[in-house]
């Protein structure tokens, strides 16, 4: 048995037997469709095509009765890696079964030669605009009624209004200066999210659980942090906050480690669900452990790049949280700004606590709003909209007179 047919049966039976594994290789790029004719292939495309007709249930004890002679083989848990050995191991088997039959058949070369290059296939999906009119508007009629469209916060209506909304399929970023609070205000539009009907997938990559889990109950019940650590709260409200957030939406926590990009997005995609739009935060940028020999500055910018397919798969508003400068730009690259729908600088000015969209899609250039911060309490709350001064019809800073005057 060749490394292609190891792999084939080893992906097959992870795609059924692990949940979230097909949708994690369906993001790598796994195409079962793009195998050559093999037991594996035969049976997850049967699996697949039963799944649509007959359901899960069904087509997983077709699956298990056909497919438990399959071998397994070790796969790669990098992302990167995988895609680039599956690739590999892919065209090695292509050329390979092109060499053999062209051994086989010497007098059919230019045709086999011929039928070989037109199997080939762009992984460039093109299509026809006229053909799409009708679907594009449909799924906004769709987003009009579900209220997707434009996802407002509760308590940020002005900030989620001022940047077109909290939608979907869309990574932000969230820019500050160390110790500013941004680790407080992503908590506080967590928080917000999850009550607009947004479960949560917090990735904690700095703080353990007690001081992250701390922070979200003080934010919750408007309580000081030294009260908290003194013990002077009222525990039957934290046992009520305790059974309000059981029947709500679900807010995940990581346990405060540094992850690698590959786990960060594999996480996102095995707690999906088709049926929920979810409030993703990344905390922060430089906490993404590095998988390979580039600069940090190019790690981080892919890594917005693969956060931003990854909302688009799994129906999700990823906000990333960034160092950044005075300006609002990231530390560790400007670069990482082209990619997000919206760039948020949360930053402490002479008259308080603002966000300023420098970089707003879909919403106002410049929008600002200022920010009501109790960072003893891990409290955060929009305030009014900044309107910017209208110069239009100021006359010029300078005046000069005319020579002779």
């Not at 996802?151 to 200066?177: A, C, N, P, Y």
Request: net charge neutral.
């Amino acid at each position: 048995m060749n490394n292609l047919e190891f792999w084939c049966s080893t992906i097959a039976r992870r795609w059924v037997e692990v949940p979230g594994a097909a949708a994690q290789f369906e993001f790598l790029g796994v195409d079962p469709n793009e195998w050559p004719e093999s037991k594996a292939k035969s049976i997850l495309i049967g699996f697949i095509q039963t799944k649509k007709t007959q359901g899960e249930f069904a087509a997983k004890a077709d699956f298990l009765e056909r497919a438990i002679s399959l071998p397994i083989c070790d796969l790669p848990e990098d992302g990167d890696i995988f895609r680039v050995k599956y690739e590999r191991t892919l065209n090695q088997a292509r050329y390979s079964n092109l060499g053999r039959r062209l051994v086989e058949n010497p007098n059919m070369g230019h045709e086999l030669i011929s039928n070989f290059q037109n199997q080939k296939k762009s992984n460039v999906e093109i299509v026809s605009f006229v053909s799409q009119i009708d679907k594009i508007a449909r799924k906004n009629a769709e987003g009009i009624i579900s209220k997707s469209n434009v996802i407002i916060l509760q308590g940020w209506e002005k900030l989620s209004r001022g940047i077109g909304g909290f939608g979907i399929d869309r990574v932000s970023m969230v820019v500050s200066g160390t110790g500013i609070g941004k680790t407080t205000l992503a908590i506080n539009l967590a928080r917000a999210a999850r009550l607009s009907g947004m479960p949560v997938l917090f990735f904690n990559m700095e703080m353990s659980i007690q001081d992250i889990g701390a922070r979200v109950i003080e934010s919750e019940l408007s309580i000081d942090h030294n009260d908290w650590l003194d013990g002077a709260i009222d525990y039957q409200k934290l046992l009520q906050m305790e059974g309000e957030w059981r029947e709500g939406q679900e807010f995940l926590l990581t346990t405060g480690k540094a992850l690698t990009l590959t786990q960060i997005c594999s996480a996102i995609v095995a707690t999906s669900d088709p049926n929920k739009k979810r409030f993703i935060v990344v905390d922060y940028d430089q906490k993404i452990v590095t998988e390979s020999k580039d600069d940090e500055w190019k790690t981080l910018h892919r890594a917005i790049e693969e956060l931003e397919q990854i909302a688009k798969h799994t129906s999700s508003r990823i906000m990333v949280l960034a160092q950044g400068n005075d300006d609002g730009d990231p530390k560790a690259s400007k670069r990482m700004k082209q990619v997000a729908a919206t760039v948020l600088h949360f930053s402490k000015t002479e008259i308080g606590f603002q966000i300023k969209a420098i970089k707003n899609r879909f919403g106002e250039h410049d929008f600002t709003i200022s920010v009501k911060y109790l960072p003893a309490k891990a409290f955060a709350a929009e305030g009014d909209v900044i309107k910017k001064q209208d110069t239009s019809e100021a006359g010029p800073k300078y005046q000069f007179k005319p020579r002779g005057f």
